[in-house]
């Protein structure tokens, strides 16, 4: 819908680079989209990646010259599990639970089930702004982000216990409604294991109550970043 997106791109791109004191390449991009929107929205999203061949732009001072040379796309959620595959055993539900929406995928004998995913707008926002919602209505004063974010992550912040109270009950309905909506989809926890991967794995742990030994929360936020870098090399390995 707008640049946004885009202009993040360049900046971690540039952000790579500069790791490695490179200002000039050749950059095959590896992203993804939610599991449900990847076969209606790839080849759009791939345009709109791929909409300059060559950039030239500064970034914090320092220019940089990229040439666009492909772009991988794939599923959210699946790659970040998908060096783990070999420890999969029978039938698997995984959560990707990122700041906007759900991801949902079966995944049975190691095989991904592309007929049983869906996507649900039940993201980690939307417990932020029913937690702000909650403290402005509850005392009448306005909270930070920030502090709110705090408490989502570490179950505490310097705050004082009404308001500390407040929060961590909104957390805990979240968490309540995303294991919901889970068996909405026929979760059943004594049939398959679950594996968490999104900024929404900390909430349950700190906020849900779940069997530990049959749901793995995978605390890595690079890993469906890492899972897209493998996929792309193994993709473009097979092209020679």
Known sequence: MDEEYYLLTLMAIARELNFFSIREADVHLAAGLPLTWIRTQREAFRSYLLQNPEVHYLFNGKKYHLRFVGCSLYPQGYPAIVNQLGNFKGTNLLADIGNGTMNIL???????????????????????????????????????????????????????????????????????????????????????????????????????????????????????????????????????
């Open 106 to 240: 079966y995944v049975n004998n190691k095989k991904a089930q592309e007929s049983r995913c869906w996507t649900e707008k039940l993201g980690v926002n939307q417990c932020m702004i029913a937690a702000k919602n909650a403290v402005l209505d509850k005392f009448g004063v306005k909270i930070e982000e920030s502090t709110v974010e705090q408490i989502l992550r570490f179950r505490t912040a310097d705050i004082s216990a009404p308001y500390l109270d407040c929060i961590s009950s909104i957390a805990r309905q979240y968490v309540a409604e995303l294991f919901s909506t889970l068996r909405k989809y026929e979760y059943n926890p004594d049939l398959m294991r679950l594996y968490v991967v999104g900024g929404g794995g900390c909430l349950i742990r700190n906020f849900g109550t779940y069997d530990k030994s049959r749901v793995t929360i995978i605390d890595d936020i690079c890993a469906t970043a890492k899972g897209y870098e493998s996929l792309a090399y193994m993709s473009l390995k097979r092209r020679g």
